[in-house]
Each structure stands twice: as C-alpha cells, then as structure tokens.
C-alpha cells in the first residue's frame, strides 16, 4: 500500500450451475490465488456462490441453505489471508431473499450489499425471485454476527483511510442513479461491481464505456466483474468479462470467454488529491459504514506507467491528439487576432521545434481567419550561436507556408551592447547570452509596434516549469500559444506535421528541425555545429516532463515521482541521474517562479498548466526544502 497503491483484481471462477460446493471449492482457489499475488481487493461475480442462471431454483429453500453453506466455508477457509473479497450470494434477510455482495476478510463478514436496481425487463426476471434494497442502511444477523446491510456501504481500510470502497451489482452501473454516485460522495474512492451481464452484439463495448465514464466521472477506482462460462446457456451466453479502471483510464482489461484474475494496481492517493482539487466532492463527510485492516507492504507494480505522460502511447492516438491540440492553438490565437483586430502575427523563427510550433500554429490560425499567410512575418534573428543548419532550415520553413520572412542578423547590435555595458565579448557569462535574448524580443515587439501585429511567444510548458527562459527576453511575448504544450508534446506535434504535409518543401525542413538537438544557440558555434545542448543543461525533457505531471500536475511526493519514474524508464536511467535531475527539476521549479508569474496569455491545452490566472498561484518566494528533504528519502535508501 505505500505511496497509496492497491493491488486490485477481478476474478471469474470456474463454476457450476446450482452446485454451492464445486462453486466455493472453485472460489477458495481463486483468491488464494489472488492473495499469493498480493492482491488486496478482490471482486467476484454476481451470485458466483450459486449461480446467476439458477431461475426459479432461488426460491428453493435447498438451494438457499446450500448458499450459506457454501459461503461460511469460504469465509472459514481464507480467514487467513490478506485480502477482502465481495463475493456474490443469494441471502435470506428478514425474511425477504435478496442478490447480495458479501463483503469478508479475515474470517468475518464486513457487510452485505442487497442490489438495488433489479432488471425486470427483456430476458432478466430478477422480480420474480429478490427484493430490491430499500436504500436504508442497517444491522442485521447474519450466520451469528451484527453485520452492517444496505446499498452503498462505504468500506474503509483503518491503516490506509484513502482506501474506502463501496460495492454495486450488475444493473445498479446501468441504472439512471447508481448507488456508486453516494458512495463516491461519501468518500469511497473504489467502486466494486460484481455482475452477471450476458452477451450481446455490441454490448461489450457500451458494457466498457460506461465502467470507463463512471470511474472518470466520479474520479474513482472502478473493478467490474462478469459471471463467465459456467452459468447456462438456456437462452444465454457469459463472457466473463473483467474490467479495472482508474479515473476513466483502463488499467487492466480480460478477453471474453475467459475465467481467472484481472489485476492492477489502483492509486487511491492520488484519486484523493484528485478529488481534493474538484469541489464537487466537498461539503460531505466521509462515511464508515465498516472498518478493516490491511498489512502494509510495498505493492509491486504492475501496471503500466508511461515514460512520456503527456504524450499517447497508441499512433492513432497521438495523431488525433496533435491534431486536437494544433486546432486549439489555432482557434485560441485566431480569437485574440480577431479582438486586437492586429494586422500582422509576429513570430521569431529560430529553427528549432518551439518557433517552428508557434509557426505552424500561427498558419492554422490564419486558415481559421481566411487570411493570407503573408499576414505573418517571420523573423530569424542570428548571433554567435547561429550555425547555418538552423538559419537554413527556419528559411526552407517559411519558403514552404509561405509566410512573410526576414532575415536580421543581430550580432553587430549585441556586441555594441556588450561594449555599452563594459562586458568582455570573450565572457560567455549569462549576461553574454541574455543580451542577445533580449534584443531579439526587442526587435520582435518593435517590428510587432510598426506593422499593428502582435507578438507570438514560443515558449514552452517544460521551459515556463523549469524558468529555461530569459526574463525580460523570450520570456514575454503579446501571445503564448505553446505555454501550456510541454516540450515532449512538441515534438510530436511537429512529427505529426511533417508527416501530414503534402508539400515536400515543409516535410523536408521538418525532418531536418526534428532531428536538431535543442538549443537555444546563444554560445558560438564549433566547427560549424551547434556547441550548447540544452539537455546537457538542464537535463533529459523526458524526465523533466515526467516530474512535471506526477510532481506537479498530481502532486505527487518526490519520493514517488522518483519510484514511479524508474519504473517507467525501466533501466534507461540510472538512479543516480534520475535523482540528480529530479533535484535540479525541484530546485528550478520553486526558484523560477517569479518568471512564471507574469506571464502573457496562453490557452490551456491540457490538465498540466503554469498559468498564475489559473491552474499554479504560487508564491514567488515558496521554499523547496521540503520537497528536496523528500528526494533524499529514496537516495538513502538506494546509496547509503
């Protein structure tokens, strides 16, 4: 459970119709085999105890009886494991007979979950044999103990008070109002389903979607469980279908026709931080209807994290995304262009991947406007640090989009300025290379001034987080359309334009500007090539970036940014480099906040944004101690 990391599955026996013992033999041996693989939860089909298909036997007292039975031996059997599991089972309460989830552990029951929503329509006849539940909770009797009855119990784990689940059945997902809703409300961040849904053409997908949008909408974990294969055939077919979801994103997912266990890990903390941030969870006590403990050990992970968060992982996927994204840069800035009525974009062309974003950004938005490209003006700007691969590449760029293009060479300027101030033009110090930072957006805001344009910063989200920008220079622009896109992103965005590109002109230099290392060229060129690399600087982006979504997005503590990160990369960092640059994204990060809070308008692209209007108000001078304090945790345990 450290760093709030439940080990979760859903688990489809082997089973027989109406035959209670084969059933818990088959039940006992599943979760044993769920606890030997650390799983903590555990969800079991609807009625799996006797059977979903049973029809008219339920009312058989036999049958019945053979149910108890069958469930206090399971509950005797694993009294030793640890591990809670919610089980399906037709149960006898005060005299009405109700399809329940038994919830157990440790050789108790912790509470009984009656369905609540019964289908009584099509091929389901759940009328004809339960009582719905009445919404009330309740103690009632049962096999000798006080046990807590009711839809939408909330189970809370005393060791790990972000572990709070509740159970729901089958219909109760595909009802207007699932008891899921309160239970969320109530506090429960994992939502059990245990379900005997059929089969049907198409089902399955919808049967998805709906497991998906309600963990996302309820910012919860979400285990669904489907009775499989045993149950019979008379008139219908199970799939066993076993789904794991975490705020909208499937974490483990079974193929139909299948029995055995889907496991993941469910991260409850953050699902509470989460929650913390969205008000709509505010204002209502967390509930306990039932309490249980669980050892504390570290989960293995198994599921999968992402090196490049920001980026998905599926082609199609990234495509559609760089395309959504682009198109919101584009309506964003073609908005602004439209209130300032400005007659010129104004974009400082570098050829690296940040001007070349904001360039192709600033064309779709004039495509949106109906306008003519020319109404941009692209400017390149060399100095000392310009070699001819970039200057090239920023003029084959804006040859292609036929965009307005000059060439301004700035170094006469910059070395008057240096002799202005008495600064030794052989002191490559950072003055040296502000200086040509600054007059670039000096020449940029005075061309923007003289034209009735505006100025289109290139900045991006990784650099804002990292103050890897000049103050007083490419720090301000009128406009930032890539402040929220993080530098990882970018780079996709642009492959995804080359590879779009029906003109072999703009594929070319796209390549080319991809396959250029990041640099913002303010050191003089050797033998020609580019000399100051900026991850050789700061660090890998990929990292960076990494820290930037579960460090900040999240909020995530360094020490489980760290774990998570050396999982992801798997090997491809050591621990030494993944801390070093963990602290130097820390130190930065809180040290470079002034910059960050005077920052231009930008449109937010994602759910990670640096804007001090919006999504990060932090104060300028906020102390990272804390935060490297925690970093040493982990380097301690590694290296001492």
């Known amino acids: 459970m450290k760093d709030g990391f439940i080990k979760c599955a859903a688990g489809t026996p082997e089973m027989r119709v109406a035959d209670c013992d084969y059933n818990a033999e088959k039940i006992i041996e599943l979760i044993n085999g769920a606890a030997e693989n650390g799983v903590k939860i555990l969800a079991l089909p609807e009625l799996c ?6 029809a008219d036997l339920f009312l058989s007292k036999t049958l019945i009886r053979g149910a108890e039975n069958a469930l206090k031996r399971i509950i005797r059997e694993t009294a030793g494991l640890d ?3 919610a089980a399906g089972c037709p149960l006898c309460v005060d005299g009405e007979l109700y399809n329940c989830a038994v919830v157990f552990g440790g050789g108790k029951i912790l509470g009984v979950v009656p369905k609540k929503n019964l289908p009584n329509y099509n091929e389901f006849y759940e009328m004809r044999w339960f009582t719905p539940a009445d919404g009330e909770k309740s103690v009632v009797p049962i096999f000798g103990q006080s046990v807590p009855f009711g839809a939408g119990l909330v189970f809370t784990c005393e060791n790990c008070p972000e572990l709070a689940f509740s159970v729901e059945i089958c219909e109760d997902l595909w009802s207007p109002e699932p008891p899921s809703i309160n239970a969320a409300l109530d506090g429960a961040t994992i939502i059990l389903n245990l379900s005997a849904s059929n089969e049907l053409v198409g089902k399955d997908d919808y049967r998805k979607s709906l497991v998906s949008g309600q963990s996302a909408r309820l910012i919860c974990g979400y285990i669904y469980c489907g009775a499989g294969e045993g149950e019979s055939t008379t008139d219908l077919v199970f799939g066993g279908k076993r789904i794991i979801c975490e705020n909208g994103k499937f974490l483990a997912e079974s193929e139909l026709y299948t029995n055995g266990l889907s496991v993941s890990e469910i991260d409850v903390s953050m699902l509470s931080s989460e929650r913390i941030r969205n008000t709509s969870f505010r204002g209502r006590p967390c509930v306990s209807d039932a309490a249980f403990t669980l050892s504390e050990c ?8 992402e090196p490049l968060p920001f980026v ?3 082609d199609n996927a990234n495509s559609s995304r760089c395309a959504k994204i682009l198109a919101m840069q584009a309506h964003a800035l073609a908005k602004r262009v439209k209130h300032t009525r400005c007659r010129k974009l104004i974009v400082g062309i570098s050829g690296g991947l940040d001007s070349c974003l904001a360039l ?5 938005a004039l495509k949106v406007l109906s306008r003519p490209m020319t109404d941009i003006t692209a400017i390149s700007m060399p100095c000392f640090g310009t070699t001819s691969r970039t200057k090239s590449n920023a003029e084959l760029l804006c040859t292609a989009l036929g965009v307005d293009f000059r060439l301004i060479d700035i170094t006469d300027t910059v070395k008057s300025h240096l002799r202005d101030i008495a600064h030794d033009e052989n002191n490559y110090n950072v003055a040296y290379e502000n200086a040509q930072a600054r007059e670039r957006t000096q020449v940029l805001m005075d061309i923007a001034n003289d034209l009735n344009g505006m100025v289109i910063g290139t900045g991006d989200l990784s650099e ?12 301000i622009s009128m406009y930032g359309v890539n402040s929220s896109v993080p530098k990882t992103l970018v780079r996709h965005i642009v492959k995804y334009c080359m590879k779009t590109a029906a003109d072999e002109r703009l594929r070319a230099a796209l390549a080319d500007i991809l396959d250029t290392p990041v640099s913002p060229e303010l050191l003089p060129a050797e033998n020609g090539e580019i000399s100051q690399k900026t991850e050789d600087l700061v660090g890998p982006y990929e990292l960076h970036d990494f820290f930037l979504y ?12 760290f774990r998570l990160c050396r999982y992801a990369f798997d090997g491809a960092y050591s621990d030494e480099v993944i801390l070093k640059w963990e602290k130097v994204f820390y130190k930065r990060f809180f040290a470079q906040q002034f910059k960050r809070s005077c920052l231009p308008d930008g449109v937010k692209i994602g759910s990670a944004a640096v804007s001090p209007r919006g999504d990060l108000r932090m104060p300028s001078d906020a102390e990272a101690a804390l935060w490297l304090e925690d970093i040493g945790s982990p ?3 590694l290296f001492e």
């Open 298 to 305: 570290e989960t293995a992970l198994t599921r999968k994290i």
């Open 464 to 475: 804002l987080a990292l103050g890897w920008a000049t103050y007083n220079g490419d720090h």
């Open 360 to 364: 192709l950004a600033s064309v779709e």
């Open 635 to 637: 380097l301690k345990t």
């Open 49 to 54: 105890v006797t059977g979903y298909t049973c």
């Open 312 to 314: 998905p992982a599926e």
């Open 83 to 85: 591990i809670i599991t």
């Open 550 to 561: 579960y460090g900040i997005r999240y909020g995530f503590t360094p020490s489980k940014v």
